[in-house]
């Protein structure tokens, strides 16, 4: 039983955002979106980010099938990425991060959950509206920027992976197809669910929008296979950039090259037009190619050093800030 009236829901324009710069809607999911997000934060104050939520694994897969809710899992590391870098902004990101180990020999519950998961569901559950949930949560963290779910119900992807010799093997879930070779067919169910309206929404609004960086078929295209999604981004009047991977040979892409990757956006969705295409030069083959390819769906490619200079394929959030200030002043 609650304790008392919830107070009014805060609204996105009462969100703690430094509420300067452009307007940037930025898409995708996981750690790809999560790195978007560390750099755009630091460039402006207008994000809002929209989430895949066909997650069906971990922790979100548990809280997913046992009570029927969104996967809440990318959500909360969009959260977690639009922390401020003060006491308060990191203690809270480390909060939401934090997860539960069971002691040794005990099989608990809550092993394996992320608080910041719990935390969502059960504002979802007070509140009984999504977005209401998350910008509560963003209150709490005072997140610059807003997080919204790219779909207003639970999404299922389902792949064909290649096998030599053979027809393609039928992959269904997020987890299992992420991690199950090179991914040939891809699509989501069911085929006509919901986008966010308030999705739509920022999309329209957004003076650009972000696609990318993450694991093209399952965090990337996504986007692109939601009809109201699609359309949305096909008829934004915002300029449109596409952030490439800095591991363009993940296991969803086993074989593929750069260029191999805007051919699949081509494919996908004909009617999508990019303005710029950003690129560590480190990640691309043949310049040629890939110059060709991004020429292909109308975008300008810049090329950049982005990625961290530790050696692994993670993007550097201050790189990426520069990168991205200097696009979005340049147009």
């Known amino acids: 039983m609650y304790t008392g009236i919830l107070p009014i829901v805060p609204s996105a324009a009462k969100l703690p955002t430094l509420n300067t710069g452009a307007k ?25 980010a929209v989430v895949t939520v066909a997650d069906d694994g971990g922790s979100s897969g548990r809280l997913r099938e046992e009570l029927g809710v969104l996967p809440p899992g990318d959500l909360r590391m969009a959260l977690s990425a639009l922390c401020d870098d003060t006491d308060w902004g990191r203690t809270w990101r480390d909060v939401m991060q934090h997860r539960f180990t069971s002691r040794e020999g005990v099989t608990g519950s809550l092993d394996n959950h992320a608080l910041g998961n719990l935390l969502i569901v059960t504002l979802w559950e007070l509140l009984g509206d999504p977005v209401a949930g998350l910008r509560w949560a963003g209150a709490l963290l005072g997140a ?10 639970p999404l299922t992807i389902e792949g064909l992976v290649k096998v030599p010799g053979l027809p393609g093997r039928l992959i269904r879930g997020q987890s299992l197809l992420a991690k199950a070779g090179e991914v040939e067919e ?21 003076d650009w929008v972000v696609l990318g960086p993450g694991s093209w078929y399952t965090s990337v295209l ?22 490439m991977n800095l591991d363009v040979n993940d296991a969803e892409a086993d074989g593929m090259n750069a260029a191999d990757h805007l ?11 990019v303005d710029v295409v950003l690129a560590d030069p480190s990640s691309i083959g043949d310049v040629g190619e890939f110059t060709q390819a991004a020429a292909m769906i109308g975008a300008e490619v810049v090329f950049g050093k982005v990625g961290s200079s530790g050696g692994n394929a993670v993007h550097d959030p201050l790189r990426l800030a520069a990168a991205y200030r200097d696009i979005f002043g340049g147009h």
């Open 24 to 48: 940037v809607a930025a898409l995708g999911g996981g750690h790809g979106l999560a790195a978007s997000l560390s750099a755009l934060r630091l460039v402006t104050g207008n994000v809002t």
């Open 144 to 153: 610059r920027g807003e997080v919204l779910p790219m779909a207003s119900v």
């Open 186 to 206: 891809v699509r989501l169910l069911p085929v006509d669910a919901p986008a966010c309206t308030e999705a739509v929404t920022a999309i329209h609004d957004a």
């Open 222 to 243: 996504p986007h692109l296979l939601l009809p109201q999604m699609r359309e949305a981004l096909c008829t934004t009047k915002a300029k449109r950039l596409l952030t």
């Open 263 to 273: 051919h699949v956006i081509s494919r996908y969705a004909p009617e999508f037009n």
